[in-house]
């Protein structure tokens, strides 16, 4: 019992020590989405997005829903923002340059950040929530993903000082 109550807290500590639970390469991963954009918001933003929806690209593709990339953009709204025919050749394609293409993964996660950006006027709380369920951002699944996203950037500034 003593065993279990000793690796308990060796669990526990390490848990704390690094909740978001980050590799080295997944910070290199994160500095470098960071670099892609100017203001603070959208650095933060754009990282813990990485990190809810792709576990910073460990989880590149959603087929039922059809995300890909590190921010699982849905294909048809990159389609749609990008001026693509929407053809099942150019969802391949471009499902493809998402998952492959950080830098195409990263402008497209800031275009579809702006939109909502701009629906909502600068509340990054509706942003979010937007980012997730469209303009549902009112519902709870929108609520608790905003809530989610804030606690990541909070975590990424505490202890990675990213």
Known sequence: ?????????????FSFA???G????????????KSLADEPIMKYSLMAIAIKESSVGKNMA???????????????T???????????????Y??????NNVGFATANAIIE?????????????????SYNTGFSYRSDTGYLYAKSILEITK????????
């Open 1 to 13: 019992m003593a065993r279990f109550i000793v690796l308990f807290l060796i669990f526990l500590n």
């Open 18 to 20: 690094n909740s978001l």
């Open 22 to 33: 980050l590799t080295k390469t997944d910070l290199v991963i994160l500095n470098k989405i």
């Open 62 to 76: 959603n087929f039922s829903s059809n995300d890909f990339g590190l921010f699982q953009s849905n294909i048809k």
């Open 78 to 92: 990159v389609l749609s923002r990008q001026y693509i025919k929407d053809t099942p050749q150019n969802r391949k």
């Open 94 to 99: 471009y499902a493809l340059k998402l998952m």
């Open 113 to 129: 950040l702006e939109y909502w950006r701009e629906v909502h006027k600068d509340n990054w709380i509706k942003i979010w929530s």
């Open 155 to 162: 975590k990424l500034k505490q202890e990675y000082g990213l």
